[in-house]
């Protein structure tokens, strides 16, 4: 197995140059790629769930090449893994290092809760306001609806 | 407020609320004012409505506007499918303004967006109700001559009841005490509540309507439907407790005033329209000039 600079040995493989998502939630790995569209990009991306982790107990990590994410874009995932840590390499050191933010609106990859909603009955973008971040509380900017976190469903 | 759009009722202001309501009580004086002469509104009526589409029409045409558009979906091409997208961007092309009824939450926001002029909201599915909340308003201040530290009751459905939503939002910004009644299904919804809550402001909630009689200056009176009960037994176990009837009045206060968006089913008695205190036919029609201030404002005449 691969070691990192520390000496620690790796269960994912390093890369060179791009973003490591950490901490994330092991049942929100495949959401976290599919809310950023890693499955679409031409890069390579390395992912691992249900490892290791000192914090979590068990967590998942995914690696994404030559990729360095704009904070409104990475801050998106902050719903499905607010413990995520984001870590910026370059040329195999750590460059940067940071958390994720639940952000104060939301566009396209939450649906409305509400069925009624215009944005469950046309071709509309979802968009919503975070009204709390704590408690997770969302409020559609159409039909001004409030979803709240169990009923939060992604596209 | 040239060209801006009226859907919910926090996008405009209260200083422009005030506005409206000055200038509406300005069409009470002279109603007949040939303004908008040249002028196409469109009244868009995804859902039947008699009341706020005849009002509409009847502010235009007193400011000497033409109107075009439907009463009902069934007459128009949404019947071959098209897009709500597809006809507000057609109809923005005939009219100079847009006035739309839907059966859609947040159907009149996306119109606001797609439309090339000014939409105004007369009822998005539950949501909002914003023309109505200005009339309301026109009325509570006409009657009680200010709208500020009232006490105002909301009776009935206040779950599903659009213009309760919108007129308690308003009333936020004037130091309302809020007595809601309703039966337990029934609630103001936590999304509306939130508005009180953001302004510290006092509410009450009831179960039953003769407790707070004595309490208000204003009754706000709606219909509750049979069909927005899941279970029937339910529904008559409450239809009763929220009817209106004049003799309840007696230990009313004075100045108290008894309002209903209309249309009223049997939740206010017959008996109860003799009384002085009854206010809703008037309130309807106030309903004309709140609406001409409204069309003139975004149209830029006034």
Not at chain 1, 4 to 17: C, P, R, W
Not at chain 1, 28 to 54: A, R
Not at chain 2, 126 to 132: D, G, I, K, L, Y
Request: hydrophobic letters at 40%; one cysteine or more; a positive charge.
């Amino acid at each position: 197995m691969k070691k990192d600079e520390t000496g620690k040995e790796l269960q994912v493989s390093a890369i060179e140059n791009g973003t490591v998502i950490d901490h994330i939630p092991c049942e929100s790995v495949f959401q976290v790629i599919k809310i950023l569209g890693l499955n679409e990009v031409e890069d390579q991306v390395l992912f691992g769930t249900n490892l290791e982790s000192q914090k979590m107990g068990k967590k998942g990590i995914i690696k994404v090449s030559n990729k360095f994410f704009e904070p409104d874009e990475i801050n998106k995932i902050a719903l499905v893994a607010p413990t995520a840590t984001l870590i910026v390499i370059r040329n195999f050191r750590v460059a940067d290092k940071k958390k994720v933010e639940i952000p104060d609106s939301i566009e396209k990859i939450v649906k409305c809760f509400n069925p009624n909603c215009i944005t469950n009955n046309e071709n509309v973008t979802t968009r919503f306001f975070v009204i709390d971040k704590q408690d997770l509380r969302l409020k559609c900017h159409y039909c001004e609806k409030i979803t709240a976190k169990d009923n939060i469903w992604f596209y | 407020m040239k060209n801006k759009s009226l859907v919910s009722i926090t996008d405009y202001t209260r200083e422009e609320h005030i506005q409206i309501l000055n200038l509406a009580a300005e069409f009470e004086k002279h109603p007949i004012q040939k303004i908008l002469e040249g002028t196409v509104v469109a009244t868009l009526f995804f859902e039947p409505s008699t009341r706020t589409r005849l009002s509409f029409e009847s502010a235009a045409s007193r400011l000497g506007a033409k109107v075009i558009g439907f009463s009902d979906s069934a007459s128009s091409s949404v019947q071959k499918g098209e897009s709500l997208r597809d006809t507000i961007m057609t109809v923005s092309n005939y009219a100079d303004i847009i006035v739309m009824r839907h059966p859609k939450e947040g159907s009149a926001r996306f119109a606001s967006e797609v439309a090339a002029v000014p939409v105004i909201n007369a009822g998005d599915g539950s949501n909002q109700h914003p023309t109505q909340t200005l009339l309301d308003m026109y009325s509570i201040r006409k009657t009680q001559g200010k709208l500020d530290d009232l006490n105002i009751a909301f009776v009935g459905d206040l779950k599903y009841g659009r213009t309760v939503h919108s007129l308690v939002m308003a009333l936020c910004n004037y130091n309302t005490t809020f007595h809601l009644v309703s039966p337990n299904d029934l609630k103001l919804p936590s999304s509306v509540k939130i508005h009180i809550k953001d302004k510290n402001l006092h509410y009450y909630q009831y179960t039953e309507l003769v407790d707070v009689i004595p309490k208000v200056d204003v009754l706000y009176m709606t219909r509750i439907q049979k069909e927005r009960f899941s279970d029937p037994i339910d529904y008559e176990r409450v239809k009763n407790s929220y009817i209106l009837k004049n003799h309840m009045l007696d230990t009313s206060k004075p100045n108290l005033k008894i309002m209903h968006p209309l249309p009223r089913v049997n939740e206010i008695t017959i008996d109860v329209d003799k009384n002085p205190k009854a206010y809703y036919f008037e309130q309807a029609l106030n309903g004309v000039f709140v609406r001409q201030a409204l069309l003139a404002s975004i149209l830029g005449v006034k």
